[in-house]
Nanobody, 120 residues
Framework: QVQLVESGGDLVQPGGSLRLSCEAS????????MGWYRQAPGKERELVAN???????KYADSVKDRFTISRDNAKNALYLQMNSLKPEDTAVYYC??????????????YGKGTLVTVSS
């Protein structure tokens, strides 16, 4: 079994910052891609950012230059530094990890999410 636990969600004013964290635990042999997704009320879940094991990153256009994704492979941990937050960033943020289950085979796991609310 693999568990992903997010933390760091909070209520913050527009223009503020938050740092989300995620820790993966359980039967983990390797992790390929890790990422953050979010889902706002009434909207579909969308990719925010992801990072492969080698460090290459990808961001949604809406968060480029404001959010920074990073990971600590030794700790199986993932982070998201969010700056210049906007009300439209309000959502539940989910951590995702692609866990190796065999040669070139991976399963994607998701955490239960952490709520980020941007409001004055």
């Amino acid at each position: 079994q693999v568990q992903l636990v997010e933390s760091g969600g909070d209520l913050v004013q527009p223009g503020g910052s938050l740092r989300l964290s995620c820790e993966a635990s359980g039967n983990i042999s390797s992790i390929n891609v890790m990422g953050w997704y979010r889902q706002a009320p009434g909207k579909e879940r969308e990719l925010v950012a992801n990072i492969i094991s080698g460090g290459v990153t990808k961001y949604a256009d809406s968060v480029k230059d404001r959010f920074t994704i990073s990971r600590d492979n030794a700790k199986n941990a993932l982070y998201l530094q969010m700056n210049s937050l906007k009300p439209e960033d309000t959502a539940v943020y989910y951590c995702m990890a692609m866990i190796g289950v065999g040669k070139n085979r991976y399963i994607s796991y998701y955490g239960k999410g952490t709520l980020v609310t941007v409001s004055s």
